[in-house]
């Protein structure tokens, strides 16, 4: 016999079971399909774009943005044929050096504030066990600071003009 809080454990399990295997569904019903279809890659060459794979999906580099659009209506096209939907693209065609490096100092600076966070959480039992809270004092500050630096990276993200 199951009880409640082991028929609910088993339930979230399950559940995070199943999310867990959807992307891996997703990739194997209908990305490979359509990024192992060479009619693409083919008329790509034919068009001068370069494609670049990526994890989530693929890169078209060329110096004619109307080339792309005539590749990106021919994969419409074998996506409906191939997988009987129709295709949504993610556009990022005005993407700066600016801004790619702000997004990238802001992920680094964000995972050195979390892990700052923990370890000061641990600082703060020791200081209260040896009853000296100048290493905290100064752990925090060292903290703020990094979180008003945060602040300006992503203040500047969202200002720019690209």
């Known amino acids: 016999m199951l009880t409640v809080s082991a028929v609910t454990g088993f339930f979230f399990?399950?559940?995070?079971?199943?999310?867990?295997q959807t992307g891996?569904?997703?990739?194997?019903?209908?990305?490979?399909?359509l990024m192992l279809d060479q009619s693409i890659y083919n008329k790509a060459r034919e068009l001068g774009i370069v494609i670049g794979y990526e994890y989530d999906?693929?890169?078209?580099?060329?110096?004619?943005?109307?080339?792309?659009?005539?590749?990106?209506?021919?994969?419409?096209?074998?996506?409906s044929e191939l997988l009987g939907i129709n295709l949504v693209f993610v556009r990022k065609d005005h993407v700066s050096v600016?801004?790619?490096?702000?997004?990238?100092?802001?992920?680094?600076?964000?995972g050195r504030i979390a892990e700052k966070k923990g370890r000061l959480r641990l600082l703060r039992g020791k200081c209260w066990r040896i009853k000296n809270w100048k290493p905290?004092?100064?752990?925090?500050?060292?903290?703020?600071?990094?979180?008003?630096?945060?602040?300006?990276?992503?203040?500047?993200?969202?200002?720019?003009?690209?």
Do not use: P, W
Not at 13 to 20: D, E, G, L, S
Not at 62 to 77: G, M, P, R, V, Y
Not at 98 to 110: D, H, M, R, V
């Open 136 to 162: 905290y004092y100064a752990a925090s500050e060292k903290l703020r600071q990094d979180g008003d630096s945060l602040q300006r990276l992503v203040s500047d993200y969202e200002t720019q003009d690209c």
């Open 98 to 110: 600016k801004q790619l490096l702000l997004e990238s100092e802001i992920e680094t600076l964000s």
């Open 24 to 33: 891996n569904q997703i990739g194997k019903r209908f990305e490979t399909k």
């Open 57 to 79: 999906g693929m890169s078209l580099y060329a110096k004619d943005n109307e080339a792309c659009e005539e590749l990106l209506t021919f994969i419409q096209h074998k996506g």
């Open 13 to 20: 399990r399950t559940v995070r079971a199943i999310i867990r």
